[in-house]
């Protein structure tokens, strides 16, 4: 896989939505040493959790999960393919985005939201509008 500078560099991601971004992120980092990565506006932030990661964003009380899982693939649309021939409903189709990722989201059967994304470049956060705190 290709690294990029705005996307944490495991291969699975949780995103986790809470109404108030930043005081959930600051939460995190008092309650279980979660490290603030990378800030996006006031609707996402990533955060180092161990040798891993996860995603604080935007959202709760309404039509979308609470959670779902942000993944990292080699081939955004070969999988995208894959999922939907076997069942899975294509929530957005594969989109490349300024900040250097291609990504699509789906849902599977149980009803969770995956979004696969695919390095396509290395993006400084800054040239997109992001806040990389620590790398």
């Known amino acids: 896989m290709r690294d990029n500078r705005s996307m944490p560099a ?4 949780p995103e ?3 109404t108030d971004v930043r005081e959930a992120a600051e939460w995190l980092a008092r309650a279980f040493g979660f490290r603030t990565r990378l800030r996006i506006g ?3 932030i990533q955060m180092h959790a161990g040798d891993g990661a996860i995603v604080v964003v935007e959202g709760g009380g309404g039509p979308v999960a609470p959670q779902a899982v ?7 649309d070969a999988h995208t393919a894959r999922a939907r021939d076997a069942g899975a409903t294509v929530l957005r189709p594969p989109v490349t985005y300024p900040y250097g990722e291609r990504q699509c989201s789906l849902v599977d059967p149980g009803g ?3 979004t696969f994304s695919e390095s396509v470049a290395d993006v400084d956060p800054a040239d997109w509008g ?3 705190v620590e790398p």
């Open 112 to 114: 969770h939201v995956w």
């Open 10 to 13: 495991c291969t699975v991601i």
């Open 42 to 44: 006031d609707h996402r």
């Open 70 to 76: 942000l993944m990292r693939v080699a081939d955004v």
């Open 16 to 18: 986790l939505a809470y």
């Open 130 to 132: 992001g806040e990389l």
